[in-house]
């Protein structure tokens, strides 16, 4: 079963829950892997603390061009749709960086002029935690203007979807690298804060849910700050609220200092365990739809 | 005419609430900058919600070229599928190809069952490459384009606003930002605004590279936690790529005293200058609620005097021309 914990706002608990989660399955001796798919600023390895010990490049396979046999035809660059192909007076030139990798150019080059040459956009990283966690996550290289390969090379790496259970935490927001992170996932562990901006960025993550049409379900973080607001649309659209998890210096402080959230309150193991169990039925009647 | 952005590696750090307040006291009457507002975050604009803008024009943005494979022409070759490299093309024996073909039958003019077995591009993993359109033997396949988003020009109670929403699962949000910016841009320039004020996406990728690119200046809003630390290195990275100066102000400064030691200590290494620690005040959340920025709602919170302290700070090293 895969779960993908998504959120369309950053900083509403994203982490904290998808690490309580794989910590709760861990310790119930439920085999689980945990990806972290926020490669533009992952973070999830603060808490599981892994040891990082498999790496593997993630690259892009960007056309080189064979002066010799390029006759400047120009037909390279028609069929690229990312302008990552021009050909002036005659020579073709490559520009890498607009290169999403689809081999068109390849394709249809008649002279046979154009092969595919690796480029290193990010690193993957991965290891087994302490308790057991098989843990990988995506580093996206500094200036690098695209996530997606990453994730889905993130999402490919090794024996990681093996596991009974893979827990995703994904980035946020709701465009391109969101749905790459839930693509495939059984379901959509939502988390939000219960304020105007939470609720506001909600309804995004929640459109995309029903965009790719996975069963969601949805966890408030920092319950006591805000407004109802939150509430009520959960109830107006009819997404099941699993869990509240309070407003609390403890909590905060904690995560500061980087521990986990069944770290700084063990009794959430529980709660964590009928969670899954929850999860578990919303996905399979979510599978019926 | 000067650009400052306001980024934080991370959502959630406060970046939309520095924004807010900076924008409350850009337009003072003693401010030393005439500002235009631009909400760089399309993914999740928040800014609009403490800013209560009227929208004076809405465009929408096309975007998202996606292939359409025509079943009367198709001959069923499986080409397209074997060339597409983003898993967009399936046949509908997949489950997941299926049920998007399941809808599209279901929404045809002539509803026809069973199901044809042929392939079927899905819409939100096609990344509009065109790949199997020029392979296609038969001409079978075509692309079409379609609205995204909108971007708006608002007038806000503190001057003119560029923002803009992207439809949830869709991509483009760079190309997106960039125009939300160049439009803020242009009227600054039309009009003889001295500054413009961007608030920025979180993350390094694509949104937050077409938001940097042009900044003067930026401001970076840092969350001293074990997370909050590891995000800002890499933002501060990004900037530095680009060739952008940037600032560091600690949010929540308080709440975890290790993490913002950590944080001045590695800023004076790498000669970033800190230009505030705000404090952690759940006032902030309550304007929030409100739809007020801090510095209106409370100015005697001690997050609005933080603040205060660091937008005087920031408009003094941005009138003395820190970037030329």
Redesign the interface.
């Known amino acids: 079963m895969i779960i993908a914990v998504a959120s369309?706002?950053?900083?509403?608990g994203k982490?904290t829950v998808a690490t309580a989660l794989a910590q709760a399955l861990a310790h119930a001796d439920i085999s689980v892997s945990c990806l972290d798919c926020?490669?533009?600023?992952p973070?999830a390895h603060?808490?599981i603390r892994p040891t990082l010990d498999h790496h593997k490049n993630v690259d892009l396979l960007i056309p080189e061009v064979d002066a010799d046999l390029c006759n400047g035809c120009g037909k390279c660059a028609e069929?690229c749709?990312?302008h990552a192909i021009v050909v002036l007076g005659g020579q073709t030139l490559v520009f890498p960086e607009l290169c999403?990798?689809?081999?068109?150019c390849t394709?249809?080059c008649p002279e046979k002029a154009i092969t595919e040459v690796p480029r290193t956009l990010g690193i993957l990283e991965g290891g087994l935690s302490p308790d057991g966690i098989n843990f990988g996550h995506g580093l996206?290289n500094?200036?690098?203007?695209?996530?997606v390969p990453v994730i889905t090379q993130l999402k490919s790496w090794r024996d990681y979807m093996d596991a009974e259970v893979v827990i995703l935490d994904s980035?946020?927001?709701?465009?391109?690298?969101?749905?790459e992170s839930v693509?495939?996932a059984d379901f959509v562990l939502l988390v939000t804060e219960p304020?105007?901006?939470g609720l506001?960025?909600l309804r995004?993550?929640y459109?995309?849910t029903q965009?790719?049409?996975i069963p969601a379900g949805l966890i408030i973080n920092r319950d006591g700050?805000?407004?109802p607001g939150v509430d009520v649309y959960c109830q107006e659209v009819g997404l099941p609220v699993l869990m509240k998890i309070p407003l609390e210096?403890e909590i905060?402080?904690g995560?500061?200092?980087?521990k986990t959230l069944l770290e700084i309150h063990p009794e959430y193991q529980d709660a964590f365990q009928t969670l899954y169990a929850q999860i578990a039925d919303l996905a399979a009647n979510g599978g019926d739809r | 005419m000067k650009q400052l952005v306001i980024l934080s590696g991370k959502g959630g750090t406060g970046k939309t609430s520095v924004a807010a307040a900076f924008a409350h006291l850009l337009s003072l009457d003693d401010a030393p900058f005439r500002t235009v507002l631009a909400d760089a975050d399309v993914d999740a604009s928040n800014l609009e919600l403490v800013l209560s803008p009227k929208i004076i024009t809405r465009e929408s943005f096309r975007g998202g070229l996606y292939a359409r494979i025509d079943w009367n022409t198709c001959i069923d070759c499986g080409i397209c599928e074997q060339v597409c490299r983003f898993d967009a093309i399936g046949d509908t024996s997949r489950p997941q190809f299926h049920r998007l073909a399941a809808r599209r039958v279901a929404q045809s003019d002539t509803p026809s069952s069973p199901i044809p077995e042929l392939p079927i591009v899905d819409p939100i993993a096609c990344d509009g490459c065109a790949a199997c359109v020029y392979q296609c033997p038969v001409d079978a396949i075509t692309m079409h384009d379609q609205v995204v988003g909108e971007w708006f020009r608002s007038e806000s109670r503190y001057g003119p606003l560029f923002h803009a929403s992207l439809r949830p699962a869709q991509e483009n949000s760079g190309k997106l930002v960039t125009l939300v910016k160049q439009q803020a841009r242009l009227l600054a320039l039309d009009e003889d605004y001295d500054l413009v004020l961007v608030d920025g996406p979180p993350g390094i990728g694509c949104p937050v590279i077409s938001a940097v690119s042009g900044a003067d200046m930026a401001l970076i809003v840092a969350e001293p936690t074990a997370a909050g630390v590891h995000d800002m290195h890499r933002v501060l990275e990004t900037t530095a790529h680009f060739g952008v100066q940037s600032l560091v102000c600690i949010n929540k400064a308080d709440i975890y005293p290790k993490g913002a030691a950590e944080i001045e200590a590695f800023c004076r290494e790498q000669a970033v200058q800190v230009v505030g620690r705000i404090p952690f005040d759940t006032t902030v959340t309550e304007a929030m609620v409100q739809g007020q920025p801090v510095t209106l709602f409370a100015p005697d919170a001690p997050s609005s005097r933080a603040l205060l302290e660091v937008w005087g700070q920031v408009t003094a090293l941005l009138q003395n021309g820190v970037s030329p």
Not at chain 1, 255 to 258: D, K
């Open positions: 369309g706002k950053g900083g509403t982490t926020d490669v533009e600023g973070n603060i808490f069929v749709q990312f999403h990798g689809c081999g068109s394709l249809v996206l500094v200036g690098e203007p695209m996530a980035p946020p927001g709701a465009s391109c690298p969101v749905v693509r495939g304020t105007p901006f506001h960025d995004q993550a459109e995309l965009e790719v049409d700050i805000g407004d210096r905060g402080q995560i500061a200092q980087g």
